[in-house]
């Protein structure tokens, strides 16, 4: 299967930056998509962005323009550039990543989420 771990989470105020990562290991053939979800408290998991193994970006409307996605292929890892951050950006960031395993079945796992804090 395929694990994913992610840092980068933490406090920071109205404005500031944070850079989160995500890093996938396991039985893995090849990494196909990979993306970034948050969830607040009482709110259903949301879409962030998006990138494929090719380098292609979405984003949610939320984030367009503030939040930069991109991956490094050789270390199967994704990161989140946040910018202008807004106390309203403030969730658990979940990573998910679409894998073809060893086995060449594919899989969709998620990581644990990392808390992000924005402060006003």
């Known amino acids: 299967q395929v694990q994913l771990v992610e840092a980068g989470g933490g406090l920071v105020q109205a404005g500031g930056s944070l850079r989160l990562s995500c890093a996938a290991s396991?039985?893995?053939?090849?990494?196909?998509?990979m993306g970034w979800y948050r969830q607040s408290p009482g709110k259903q998991r949301d879409f962030i962005a998006a990138?494929?193994?090719?380098?292609?970006?979405t984003y949610a409307d939320s984030v367009k323009g503030r939040f930069t996605i991109s991956r490094d292929n050789a270390k199967n890892t994704v990161y989140l550039q946040m910018n202008s951050l807004k106390p309203e950006d403030t969730a658990v960031y979940y990573c998910?990543?679409?894998?073809?395993?060893?086995?060449?079945?594919?899989?969709?796992?998620w990581g644990k989420g990392t808390l992000v804090t924005v402060s006003s």
């Open positions: 990138i494929t193994s090719g380098g292609f970006t």
């Open positions: 998910n990543a679409e894998a073809t395993l060893t086995s060449r079945s594919t899989v969709s796992s």
């Open positions: 396991g039985s893995i053939f090849s990494v196909n998509a």
